[in-house]
Nanobody, 114 residues
Framework: QVQLAESGGGLVQAGGSLRLSCAAS????????FAWYRQAAGKQRERVAM???????NYADSVKGRFTISRDNAKNTGYLQMNSLKPEDTAVYYC????????WGQGTQVTVSS
């Protein structure tokens, strides 16, 4: 069973940047599309960015132009570079496959202060 571990979250002021990492216990990034999701308090989990096996990316309108998803297949790690952060980006961020989900990791908390 593949395990996912997110890290890199924290408290940052509006306009700041963070880089999230998603470490997988097995090699998955070269064989499946993966995505970053987030869940704000009281809201449903939403997908914010995804990347396919051939490198095609897609972003939610709310983060387009500010977030960049990437992966390092050799390190079994995915990333989410988040720039120009806004208070509305505050949420717990998770990574997972697209479509056929595997058990969720603990997530990493991102808090953006105004």
């Amino acid at each position: 069973q593949v395990q996912l571990a997110e890290s890199g979250g924290g408290l940052v002021q509006a306009g700041g940047s963070l880089r999230l990492s998603c470490a997988a216990s097995k090699s998955i990034f070269s064989t499946t599309s993966f995505a970053w999701y987030r869940q704000a308090a009281g809201k449903q989990r939403e997908r914010v960015a995804m990347i396919t096996t051939v490198g095609t990316t897609n972003y939610a309108d709310s983060v387009k132009g500010r977030f960049t998803i990437s992966r390092d297949n050799a390190k079994n790690t995915g990333y989410l570079q988040m720039n120009s952060l806004k208070p509305e980006d505050t949420a717990v961020y998770y990574c997972n496959r697209v479509g056929s989900l595997i058990p969720w990791g603990q997530g990493t908390q991102v808090t953006v202060s105004s």
